[in-house]
């Protein structure tokens, strides 16, 4: 079997990183990289194989399985382990993180998917949180506001022009999502009481650090790539996220 290399982790993690703070995020088209299905599938464990079996339909599993090894080889650059010897599993709630006793350097991390665009956010010294969605109006449709928005929120969705909600609810999405995230909590949480939201979603393909409203502790990062939508969200004080993509 061919060896997998994921181009893309940068120069700078040929000794591993030197900065006491860093922040670099991924993105992996995983439909793009399924030629290395075989090679990725092989680093994963029982666990993460079982896990990806009960996922329903096939182009999923192998979208899982590109993700995970994808991740391996991720975490395995700034360890310095090979991709199949870090330690990371997943938790009851389903979120992945290292084993505290798999040695190596203490790292902080967080994962997410839509569809075939998976990204991954490595760093240290912050609580971290990522999300990613597809924007359309199937997925988030103006009734999803009830569900998902703070009362503060409520307002600014209604004023907007109906063309510019979806795209506006799936920022509120991913920030929400990415906050919960950052402090360990899940979607165990209600997303109405979280407040991120402060005006108009962002039309810019990179956006600029914001603060949120509700968590005066985190920054945060929108960028809309197409119909992508990403929010990543840190603790202060954070350097400014190195954005890098993946591919094999």
């Known amino acids: 079997m061919k060896e997998v290399q994921l181009h893309g982790l940068g120069d700078q993690l040929a000794h ?17 990289a399924a030629d290395a299905l075989p090679s990725l599938r092989s680093l994963l464990d029982g666990a993460e194989r079982e896990h990806i079996r009960r996922i329903r339909h096939t182009l999923e599993q192998q979208r899982a399985a590109i993700r995970r090894g994808a991740l391996r080889h991720v975490l395995g650059a700034y360890l310095q382990l090979p991709p199949e010897c870090v330690p990371v599993f997943r938790e009851p709630g389903g979120r992945s993180t290292l084993r505290p006793d798999g040695g190596g350097r203490a790292l902080r991390f967080s994962c ?3 569809g075939a665009w998976a990204n991954i956010v490595v760093g240290a010294g912050s609580h971290i949180g990522i999300d990613v969605e597809l924007i359309s109006r199937d997925r988030f449709p103006d009734q999803l506001a009830d569900t998902l928005l703070h009362a503060r929120e409520m307002p600014l969705f209604a004023n907007l022009a109906p063309p510019a909600r979806s795209a506006w609810l799936a920022c509120a999405w991913v920030l929400k999502e990415a906050t919960l995230k950052a402090l360990g909590l899940g979607l165990s949480v209600d997303p109405r009481t979280v407040e991120v939201m402060t005006g108009p979603a962002p039309d810019r393909p990179n956006a600029e650090e914001f603060c949120l409203p509700g968590f ?33």
Do not use: N
């Open 216 to 248: 005066p502790h985190f920054s945060a990062w929108l960028w809309r790539e197409g119909e992508v939508i990403t929010g990543m969200v840190v603790s202060r004080p954070s350097p400014l996220p190195q954005r890098f993509h993946l591919r094999c």
């Open 112 to 114: 997410a998917s839509s």
């Open 16 to 32: 591993g990183p030197s900065q006491d703070t860093f922040l670099h995020a991924y993105t992996i088209d995983c439909d793009l």
